[in-house]
C-alpha cells in the first residue's frame, strides 16, 4: 500500500513537471517550429528533455551579463546618436539607395546605428590573398589593433597574426582581443594568450562555459563574430576564422576551408570597433573607450562622398533577434531579377524557405550555393532534407566540390549585398553573436558576383530528377534530422 501511495506520488509529480514544462515553451515566443521540437523531445525523452532544455532551452545570458548590458545603454545611446549627427553633418540627407528601398528602409527604422556613409571597400577571397593583405594592416598600426574571432587557432600561417600582433604592443600600439571561450579554447588555454599578457596585450574570453556556469548562462550561445580593426579606420569581416586551412580540420575530410573577407576603409570600421569594446564590456564590466570618444568623420580621398553607403548589424541574444531575420526575408522577396546565396550551414526555418521558394517561382534565378562536404553530419543530413521542394520551385542548388566552402553571403540584383559571419541556420539567425554588412554598392556587388561565380565554377548542379530518386534510408535519415532542425 505505502509502495503505491510513493508511485501515485512520483507520477503526480511527474506529470506536473511535463506540464509545467510544456507550458513554459508554450509561453515562450519562439518560431513554433522551435517550440514542437521542444515539446517532442520533452515528452519523447522526458529526463533528458528536462535537462536538454535547462541547458539550451532559452537565451539565458545570465544576471551578471544582463546588468552590465543595461549599465551600457545610457553610453551606446550617447555613441550611436554623437555619431548620426556627425555623419548628418557631412553627407546629404537624401535616400543614397536606388533599389531595394525595403531592405533599406526595414535598416534605417529598425536600427539605432546610422546608415555610413563613404566606406571603401575590397574583396579578398582565397587564405593566401586574406592573410597577407591582414597581416601588411597589423604592422602598420599605429594606435590600435581589435581583434575578435570565434576561432583562433594558432598553427601554420595563423602564428604570423600573433607574432604581428605582439610587434605591434611592442611599437606601443594598443592591442585588444576577443576570442570565443569554446572555439578558441585551444588559444585561450595556450601559451599564447600568457605572452600576450605578459607583452601589455589585453585577452578577453567571451562567453565562457563551465559545469558551473550551465547553471545560470545557456552554454551553447557563441560569440561567432570576426572582425579586425586597426586604427579605428581600417577593418576586416566575414567568414575567415584566424586558422591555417591547410592545417585546421584535416580529420573531418571536407577538403581547405574556403572563405571571403571585406577590407573597409572608413566610418564602418569605427562601427566594428565599438561592437567588439560592447563585447569586452559585456564580459568584464570595464568601461567603454569607443562610446566616451569623440569621432571625426573623415573626410578626403576615397573617404568622401563617393565610398559605399553601409548598415551594420551586430545580432545576438542581446538583441531583437527579428531583426536580422527580417533584414534576410526581406533581401529575398525584394530579389527581381538575381538572388545568389553562400553559406556553408543551411537549416532554414518555414519563413525562410517560402522566400526563397516564392522567389523562384516569380521567376528569380536564385541559386543556393553550399559544400558538397560538411564538417557537421546533422547539418549536412538535415540541409538536404529542404533539396527537393527546393528544386521543384526552381530553385539551382550548387555543391561547391573544391573544399568547405564557407563564405556566408547573400547578394541581391547584384547590387545589394548581405555579407558578414551569418550561416542560414537557426542558430546564427536567432541565436549567436554575429555581425552583417548590408552593402548598397554597384562596384562591391560585381566584386563578390565574381567570387560567387569562381566558386559556381567549381561546383555541380543537383539534379532534380536524380535526387528525388535516392535511397529510402537516406531520405528517411535526412526527414528525421530535419525534425530536429529547430535546435542544431
Keep these: 500500500m505505502e509502495t503505491t ?4 506520488l512520483f507520477g503526480a509529480a511527474y506529470l506536473s513537471a511535463i506540464i509545467a514544462f510544456a507550458v513554459v ?43 552590465r548590458m543595461h549599465a551600457l545603454y545610457p553610453d551606446y545611446a550617447q555613441w550611436y546618436q554623437h555619431l548620426a549627427r556627425i555623419i548628418s553633418g557631412s553627407e546629404p540627407s537624401c535616400c543614397p539607395v536606388t533599389s531595394h528601398h525595403g531592405i533599406f528602409s526595414l535598416a534605417e527604422k529598425s536600427m539605432s546605428i546610422p546608415l555610413l556613409p563613404g566606406n571603401h571597400l575590397q574583396l579578398f577571397s582565397g587564405f593566401a590573398n586574406i592573410i597577407e593583405h591582414l597581416l601588411r594592416d597589423i604592422e602598420n598600426a599605429r594606435q590600435s589593433v581589435v581583434i575578435e574571432f570565434y576561432i583562433w587557432e594558432p598553427v601554420g600561417r595563423a602564428v604570423e597574426v600573433a607574432e604581428a600582433v605582439i610587434r605591434a604592443s611592442r611599437r606601443g600600439v594598443d592591442c585588444l582581443v576577443v576570442l570565443d571561450n569554446v572555439g578558441s579554447r585551444g588559444f585561450l588555454n595556450g601559451i599564447w594568450t600568457r605572452r600576450f599578457r605578459l607583452e601589455g596585450i589585453s585577452v578577453t574570453a567571451s562567453m565562457s562555459a563551465g559545469p558551473l556556469r550551465m547553471l545560470v548562462e545557456r552554454i551553447d550561445i557563441r560569440n561567432h563574430r570576426k572582425i579586425l580593426v586597426v586604427d579605428d579606420q581600417v577593418a576586416w569581416t566575414g567568414s575567415f576564422n584566424l586558422v591555417d586551412p591547410s592545417l585546421f580540420k584535416q580529420e573531418a575530410q571536407v577538403g581547405q576551408w574556403v572563405d571571403a573577407m571585406v577590407r573597409i576603409d572608413g566610418v564602418a570600421a569605427h562601427v566594428l570597433a565599438a561592437i567588439v569594446q560592447w563585447d569586452i564590456a ?26 559605399a553607403f553601409v548598415h551594420v548589424l551586430p545580432s545576438g541574444p542581446d538583441a531583437d533577434r527579428t531583426i536580422l531575420q527580417q533584414v534576410l526575408l526581406t533581401a529575398i522577396y525584394e530579389s527581381r531579377q538575381e538572388l545568389l546565396i553562400s553559406t556553408p550551414y543551411f537549416v532554414p526555418d518555414e519563413a525562410l524557405l517560402t522566400a526563397l521558394k516564392s522567389a523562384a517561382m516569380r521567376g528569380v534565378d536564385v541559386q543556393l550555393l553550399v559544400p558538397e562536404k560538411n564538417d557537421s553530419k546533422m547539418v549536412y543530413h538535415a540541409s538536404r532534407s529542404y533539396y527537393q521542394e527546393l528544386l521543384q520551385a526552381g530553385v539551382t542548388i550548387q555543391q561547391f566540390r573544391g573544399g568547405l566552402l564557407h563564405t556566408k553571403c547573400v547578394l ?53 530528377n536524380r535526387w528525388s530518386k535516392r535511397p529510402f534510408r537516406q531520405k528517411l535519415l535526412e526527414n528525421t534530422l530535419q525534425l530536429l532542425s529547430p535546435l542544431l
Design 5 to 8: 501511495w510513493y508511485s501515485w
Design 25 to 67: 515553451v508554450i509561453m515562450t515566443r519562439r518560431p513554433v517550429g522551435v517550440s514542437l521540437a521542444w515539446l517532442v523531445l520533452l515528452f519523447a525523452l522526458p529526463v533528458a528533455g528536462f535537462v536538454l532544455y535547462l541547458l539550451l532551452g532559452s537565451p539565458r545570458l545570465g544576471i551578471g551579463r544582463l546588468k
Design 412 to 464: 541581391v540584383d547584384r547590387e545589394t549585398a548581405l555579407f558578414g559571419t551569418v550561416n542560414l541556420d537557426m542558430r546564427s539567425v536567432w541565436l549567436n553573436y554575429e555581425v552583417t554588412l548590408i552593402i548598397y554598392d554597384d562596384g562591391f556587388g560585381q566584386q563578390i558576383f565574381h567570387v560567387l561565380q569562381s566558386y559556381i565554377n567549381q561546383a555541380g548542379a543537383v539534379d532534380s
Design 282 to 307: 559585456l564580459e568584464t564590466g570595464q568601461g567603454h573607450p569607443s562610446f566616451n570618444r569623440q569621432y571625426e568623420y573623415p573626410t578626403g580621398g576615397h573617404r568622401g562622398r563617393d565610398g
